[in-house]
């Protein structure tokens, strides 16, 4: 019977079909990777969860996603209302709060206050990130840093106000957060930002905030950390105090900002992100109104850092996923094409990426889990401080590797939106290499933090306390080390260039540990180093049915 038209279809939909109905139940990986960080009596107590939360990300949050892309149910300013009172508010399309119940809904934020809280939470992030940023996965992420700020530095009033809010699973009246840092001379560089906070003169304690703020993500959030300096204050980073804005005043009434427009953007498309005026917004201070960056990285951006990491290993799964599908019934020349050494090697590799990536994020949430309890000693903070910024830079730059190649191993069908979530994927993830810090901006933290408090040291003692030390990183990690301190030792410039490779291959080694920690197949971690740091092996018959057998997995 000739392969015809119909024969062609009838595979395309066999692959649709066979796509995983259940994130959680797919994904054994995170499964070994969880209990080997939590412990298996811990994850027994999630299953259930994580699995009805699989099952809604791979089914109605998905197809919710899926139709609130499409370019004519995107958000929309909504200014004033029909008798020109001000509302600042977002108009979404219906799909974007049935997401939004069922992310929400799952007790993603909730987990935060449980035993081994950042590893529950994220793991619910991450299957949530299977559907791209999906305009609510950025709000959780700042939800999760407000969270943590309020919870150590925010007044009785705040904390009582507004934390049971941010924790709660109620869709209809649960708070979530936003960060405004960015203003439009200072993104990198937030030593630059001029927003003023200005003491109120009544026994309030609050603040005024004016100025312009350039990156609003989650523009109509509840609730709102701001960096903002006082009248006086130290110029760059030193003199920034730490704000919490919240949407509606006490009395129930819009808070004194204005939205100027919302972004075009390349991905990330139904989340809205606007340009605001601050207009004497009310704010409470969290923490001192002056030194209080440190309170910003440490609570906020870091975990941040950290949410951005695990998206990026949900969209590079997800990509993995829907490249396996395909190849397995897509035929081209008479055999489907993951027969091809070539499309097998590509699986292969997708495949240690991402479990590498997913690894050595979820370790990092757990070392975030024992700081946060005061169960971590100054090795293992140092290595985390270190961790977290390589982690964010490579976990962003191997996601985009990994759907990069999902879209190939697709052909042409990739580049087509409607036909796969993979070009959305892709487009999400470029503004995930960008918010939260740009990859140089993260480097140059790395740098810096080996010069001045020799960061390095933690960390690769730390790295070598990791899976066993085994030969293959021992020595690898030795070579990173004697590369970063003649470096450091050297010009700062030309240091600067050295980070930039250098700072992908710590990571990887890192990544490569975890895995030995969690117990990850062998042969996934030889392809992934193989891949990552080399040297490759002979292109024989040998690695021709090792990657043969490594791409049969998802
Ligand atoms: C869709 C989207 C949503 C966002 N939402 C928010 C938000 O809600 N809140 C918020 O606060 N911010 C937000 N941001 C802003 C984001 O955090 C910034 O874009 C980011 O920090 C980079 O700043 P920048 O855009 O000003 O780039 P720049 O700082 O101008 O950097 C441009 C380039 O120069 C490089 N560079 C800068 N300095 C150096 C240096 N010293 N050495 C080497 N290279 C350097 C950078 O790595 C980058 O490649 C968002 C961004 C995007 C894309």
């Known amino acids: ?8 279809r009838d595979d395309l939909e066999t692959f649709d079909g066979a796509q995983p109905d259940n994130f959680w139940r797919a994904d054994p990986h995170l499964r070994r990777v969880l209990a080997r960080l939590a412990g298996e ?17 791979a089914g109605g949050i998905d197809a919710a996603v899926r139709l609130n892309n499409l370019g004519h149910n995107l958000p929309t300013l909504d200014r004033f209302d029909g008798f020109g009172a001000r509302l600042e508010a977002v108009e979404h399309h219906p799909s974007f709060h049935i997401a939004g119940r ?20 994220l793991a619910m992030f991450y299957l949530s990130s299977h559907n791209g940023e999906g305009g609510h996965n950025c709000p959780l992420a700042c939800t999760a840093g407000a969270i943590k700020a309020i919870r150590a530095l925010g ?5 009582d106000r507004y934390l049971p809010r941010l924790l709660s699973t109620d869709y209809q009246t649960l708070a979530h957060g936003a960060q405004f840092l960015t203003e439009v001379q200072g993104g990198s560089d937030v030593g630059a930002n001029s927003v003023r906070a200005l003491p109120s003169d009544d026994a309030s304690l609050t603040f005024a905030l004016h100025g312009e703020k350039w990156f609003c993500s989650n523009v109509t959030a509840d609730l709102v950390v701001v960096t903002a300096r006082l009248e006086g204050a130290a110029e760059g980073t030193e003199g920034l105090g730490m704000f919490l804005m919240p949407r509606r005043l006490p009395d129930g009434s819009l808070n004194r900002f204005t939205i100027r427009r919302l972004k075009d953007k390349i991905g990330t498309r139904t989340l809205p992100t606007a340009e605001l005026d601050l207009n004497g917004a009310l704010a409470y201070p969290l923490g001192p109104t002056e030194g209080a960056f440190k309170n910003v990285m440490t609570y906020v951006i870091n975990t941040s850092r950290l949410f951005n990491a695990v998206g990026c290993c949900g969209m590079a799964r997800r990509a993995g996923l829907v490249a396996h599908g395909y190849a397995a019934h897509r035929k081209a020349f008479g055999r489907p094409i993951a027969h091809y050494p070539m499309v097998a090697d590509i699986l292969a590799t997708m495949r240690a990426q991402t479990a590498a990536m997913t690894s050595g994020t979820f370790y990092l949430a757990a070392q975030a889990d024992r700081i946060e309890q005061g169960d971590a000693d100054a090795e293992t903070r140092g290595f985390w401080r270190m961790a977290v910024n390589l982690n964010k830079m490579r976990t962003a730059l191997t996601a985009h590797e990994v759907i990069q190649s999902g879209l190939e191993i ?30 140089n901006v993260l480097l140059l933290q790395v740098l810096r933090d080996c010069k001045t408090k020799r960061l390095h040291q933690a960390f690769f003692a730390h790295l070598a306390t990791l899976g066993g030390n085994p030969d ?11 590369e970063l301190e003649a470096a450091l030792a050297g010009d ?5 260039l050295v980070i930039r490779r250098l700072g992908s291959r710590i990571a990887y080694l890192f990544w490569a540990a975890a895995m030995h920690a969690d117990g990850t197949e062998p042969a996934l971690i030889d392809h992934f180093l ?11 018959a040998a690695y021709a049915r090792r990657i043969a057998a490594l791409a049969q997995v998802p």
């Open 1 to 8: 019977m000739a392969y015809d038209a119909d024969l062609g």
């Open 41 to 57: 009596t811990t994850l027994a107590g999630w299953e259930t969860q994580l699995d009805q939360f699989g099952a809604e990300c």
């Open 102 to 121: 069922g992310i929400y809904g799952s007790g993603v934020m909730k987990a935060l206050t449980e035993a081994h809280g950042n590893v529950k939470s």
């Open 155 to 159: 007044s009785a009033v705040v904390r």
């Open 410 to 439: 697709l052909g042409g069908n990739g580049t087509i939106e409607t036909f796969s979530v993979l070009p959305r994927l892709l487009r999400d993830n470029v503004v995930f290499e960008n918010w939260e810090g740009s990859h």
């Open 472 to 482: 293959r990183i021992r020595t690898a990690a030795a070579a990173a080390r004697s």
């Open 492 to 496: 700062e410039a030309l240091a600067t």
């Open 530 to 540: 193989d891949h990552a740091i080399g040297p490759q092996p002979a292109q024989d």
